[in-house]
């Protein structure tokens, strides 16, 4: 994408690499905020939808932070997505003693 310097110019959408040209920040900050965003519900950061596997920036929701420095709060729901990891539920492991007593029937043989 090509920012030609008009904000009414800007796509529904745009990637967090192009959110980051038109602010004028570098890629890594603007995952960054991205990141943040997510992790916080929505209150602090880039505004971002994650659609799928990838991450969108909003095109009225740039023009509002660029505009007023307000953060649009896209959503109020806490997706399993937008979850960190210490918040997201984790698997059951095996117990130990478990697999050990199957190899000893196996080595019994």
């Known amino acids: 994408m090509v920012f030609n310097g008009s904000l009414e110019d800007l796509p529904a959408t745009l990637t967090v690499e192009e959110a980051a040209r038109v602010l004028r920040i570098g890629r890594s900050l603007a995952y960054q905020l991205a990141t943040r965003y997510l992790d916080n519900g929505g209150t602090d950061g880039l ?16 023009r509002e932070l660029i505009t007023t420095g307000t953060i649009v709060q896209l959503t109020t729901a806490t997706t ?22 199957q190899l000893s029937l196996l080595s019994a043989d």
């Open 47 to 62: 505004p971002v939808l994650r659609l799928g596997g990838v991450l969108r920036v909003p095109g009225f929701a740039l």
């Open 80 to 101: 399993s997505q937008s979850r960190t990891r210490a918040q997201r539920p984790r698997r059951a492991r095996r117990d130990a003693s478990t697999d050990r007593s």
